[in-house]
């Protein structure tokens, strides 16, 4: 049976369609964290992979809706994008992955203390 390469991996017949995928967008979004000087993220062997892509997504998303679609200037994404650099729990990432691209500014200011280290070496 042929698997279609349209659509979500969860969608697809076969279980294994994913891998190769998910293995492409662990390494985009690592090349993307370094290239932006994201920290690495705090979670588990699965969470911080997964963390990564979802900040990895976020981001590029409130770009898009925030700078380019919308009225926020480079100089303002900037101070958005230093905030999201603080936000090192990979939890917290994954836990944002559905909301919407224009609302991460406000997602980041009510992030806990939990959700930013007090020591940070990337600073």
């Not at 659509?7 to 370094?34: L, M, N, Y």
Request: charged letters at 30%; glycine letters at 4%.
């Amino acid at each position: 049976m042929q698997v279609s390469q349209h659509g979500p991996c969860h969608k697809r017949r076969d279980p294994t369609a994913c891998v190769g995928s998910r293995a492409e967008e662990r390494v985009e979004s690592e090349a993307w964290s370094q290239q932006w000087r994201m920290p690495p993220l705090e979670g588990t062997e699965r969470a911080a992979p997964w963390g990564a892509r979802c900040r990895h997504q976020i981001l590029a998303a409130a770009y898009t809706a925030l700078v380019v679609e919308g009225d926020t200037s480079e100089t303002e994404w900037e101070e958005i994008e230093e905030s999201a650099r603080t936000s090192t729990r990979a939890g917290w990432w994954i836990d944002q992955r559905s909301s919407e691209p224009d609302d991460l500014p406000e997602l980041l200011q009510a992030a806990t203390d939990a959700d930013r280290p007090n020591e940070n070496p990337y600073f």
